[in-house]
């Protein structure tokens, strides 16, 4: 019978170990579930930015931003919108505030600098973009606004052929015209 009572015991100990495995999760921390809510609340407005719900999207970015003072991304979406709608004045307010609390983030460096170049501030548009690939030397959209305005808007042809070049390299898609563009600024050369 002692076999039997040690055999009994050995499957009392297994059955509380394998308990301790499965045991629940802990909760959540308050920091975890905020972080849980501003995520899903983020999804919900870039969702609606997706499916051409501007108004939503709108609502659900500024309610982010009074909430998140902290995070660049609501504010960065808000001066999208505005670019989108042609009202740079409030897209330019919102790129800096995203700027003032994350002074690298490369969408908003990205979208002064098409603001200052459609503005015909040259200078100030190759200092934003300059100072997007700074941040991200891989950023495909601000490597192609570069080459532009290097080629076409301060006539560097030279230094844009680098910039289509390295473009070609990072881009997902590249712009299928890409290589009608190097071999014109090729020529100029």
Known sequence: MSSIKTFGICLVVISVLSGCVTAPPQPESDEQAEQAVLEA??????????????????????????D??????PMVNLGIIAFNEGDTETATKWFEAALAVNPDH????????????????????????????????????????????LDIYLGNPADAVE??????????????RLEDWIFDAKNRI
């Open 41 to 66: 609340s983020f999804s919900e407005a870039v969702k609606a930015m997706e499916r051409g719900d501007v108004a939503e999207a709108r609502s659900r970015f500024e309610q982010l931003a009074s």
């Open 106 to 149: 490369v969408q908003a460096l990205n979208h002064l600098g098409v603001i200052a170049r459609n503005a015909g501030e040259f200078d100030q548009a190759e200092q934003f973009y300059r100072a997007a690939l700074s941040s991200d030397p891989k950023y495909a959209p601000a490597i192609l606004n570069l080459a532009f305005l």
């Open 163 to 176: 910039l289509y070049e390295r473009y070609q390299s990072v881009a997902s898609e590249p712009n299928p």
């Open 68 to 73: 998140y003072p902290e995070k660049a991304g």
